[in-house]
């Protein structure tokens, strides 16, 4: 990944805030401060967890995803929906009427993500078999994760599984296959996920474990939403008699918290969903607490990518719709696990390179100038009143203190300083 300014996923739309400070509150690297009256992202901070575009009540953080003139330059368009779709359109659409609605709106191909889920479950009891290295694992599949473990957990990096999410896997597969099969230039196809979640336009711009992505784009679950839903009611009966192929009740069961350890042999994982859960377990992972857990699941949105800020249905529903699901179609093995062997035989499957460590930066570049800051940003700090109020526009006193400390704001700004 080239070196320098790190690609993000949300921005600001200034017209539409109204300052309110939800998403400073919601935001938990402490990235947001909204002075004067708008919000502003230090993107320095910001790990792309999707929280203030959740917490904003005003739509006026906006995610930064593929628009369709990025998808048309291509002539052949895939798409792979992640297994959260299925959780979109009530209990009673299968995943078949769904994958077939997608066909619907134009993409000359539709591969279901799910089937990769499962073929990932085999590649990481693979993995946990091979290597004897310390524990807990920690999943790659959600890319904010891996992003808070790079600035605030950098010596947990090398824990990450050096493996590639489904996501990487199946564009990686699709291309190649597509282009053979149909004779189509590798570059003529544009990949892209529908997704439910606002980071995976930075890790396929920006991806920290190879050179390129193989996914060309990401567009929400929201904003095909309403067309599916009309080809849905429309073309019912149709679509039902559509056959898409096998659908893997593993796969499915990847939308949410725990669905990926469900699959392992591993009886000793762990699954943690939402951003904040997840810093506290990696902080007893830090401590050497965790040591007997072999694999951990970690998804930053509450309850796991059910919980994405791009999805359309509430998560309670959408959790109870994927259970469901997944009861039908089972536990049976659709992938076939030879095929799974021989390609992780060829590193198929890996990073091509590790995920490094990047954390935040001091207070200043010159080691003696950050330790005078840390100690005027603690001098500071004992004046304040640590009501950690917010309309000082930082999120909390000692956020403030920080801030007036790097000469970024005023003591005045506290009001009860002021007064
Ligand atoms: S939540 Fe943040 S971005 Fe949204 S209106 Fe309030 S201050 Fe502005
Ligand atoms: S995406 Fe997450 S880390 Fe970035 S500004 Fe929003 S809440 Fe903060």
């Known amino acids: 990944m080239p070196e320098g300014k790190l690609l993000h996923s949300v921005r600001v739309n200034k017209d539409k805030c109204i300052g309110c400070g939800k998403c400073m509150r919601a935001c938990p690297t402490k990235a947001i401060r909204v002075r004067p009256q708008k919000a502003s992202i230090n993107y320095e901070r910001c790990i792309d967890c999707g929280e203030c575009l959740r917490g904003c009540p005003n739509d006026a953080i906006e995610p930064i995803i593929t628009s ?9 368009q895939v798409a792979i929906p992640s297994p959260v779709i299925y959780s979109q359109f ?12 997608l066909k619907e709106i134009g993409f000359d191909y539709v591969y279901d993500e799910a089937l990769i889920c499962e073929m990932q479950s085999m590649v990481i009891e693979e ?7 310390p524990r807990p694992i920690i999943s790659s599949t959600c890319p904010v994760v891996a992003r808070l473990i790079q600035r605030l957990f950098p010596c947990l990096c090398e824990l990450i599984i050096p493996i590639e999410p489904p996501r990487e896997i199946a564009a990686k597969i699709l291309r190649k296959e597509i282009s053979e099969e149909q004779n189509i230039p590798e570059e003529e196809i544009g990949i892209i996920e529908i997704t439910p979640c606002a980071a995976k336009m930075v890790s396929i711009n920006q991806p920290e474990t190879m050179e390129k992505s193989h996914l060309d784009g990401a567009i929400p679950i929201k904003d095909i939403y309403n067309k599916v839903m009309m080809i849905l009611k429309k073309e019912k009966q149709t679509l039902m008699l559509q056959e898409q192929g096998p659908i893997s009740g593993i796969g499915i069961g990847w939308a949410i918290s725990g669905g990926e350890i469900r699959g392992l042999k591993y009886h000793q994982s ?13 902080e007893e992972v830090e401590s050497g607490k965790l040591k007997d857990i072999e ?17 359309v249905e509430s998560r309670f529903i959408a959790k109870s719709n994927i259970i469901k699901l997944s009861r039908i179609y089972g536990n049976k093995k659709r992938v076939d696990s030879n095929r799974v062997k021989r390609l992780y035989k060829e590193d198929f499957f890996s990073f091509e390179s590790e995920v490094k460590p990047k954390p935040f930066k001091p207070l200043d570049k010159d080691r003696s100038q950050a330790i005078k800051k840390m100690n005027l940003k603690q001098e500071l700090f004992e004046k304040l009143p640590k009501r950690d109020c917010g309309i000082c526009g930082a999120p909390d006193c000692a956020t403030f203190a920080e801030d007036v400390a790097q000469g970024k704001a005023k003591l005045e700004d ?3 300083i002021k007064k």
Do not use: R
């Not at 009530?90 to 609605?101: D, K, R, V, Y």
């Not at 993995?127 to 290295?133: C, E, G, T, V």
């Open 127 to 133: 993995y946990l078999d091979k290597n004897k290295s």
């Open 414 to 416: 506290c009001i009860f």
């Open 90 to 101: 009530g209990p009673q659409t299968m995943p078949n009427e769904i994958l077939s609605a």
């Open 295 to 311: 694999y951990l699941e970690c998804l930053s949105c509450p309850d796991g990518c059910i919980g994405g800020p791009l999805t």
């Open 68 to 76: 369709s003139a990025d998808i048309n330059k291509f002539k052949y």
């Open 270 to 282: 762990a699954s943690v969903s939402g951003v904040y859960d997840t810093i506290k377990i990696l």
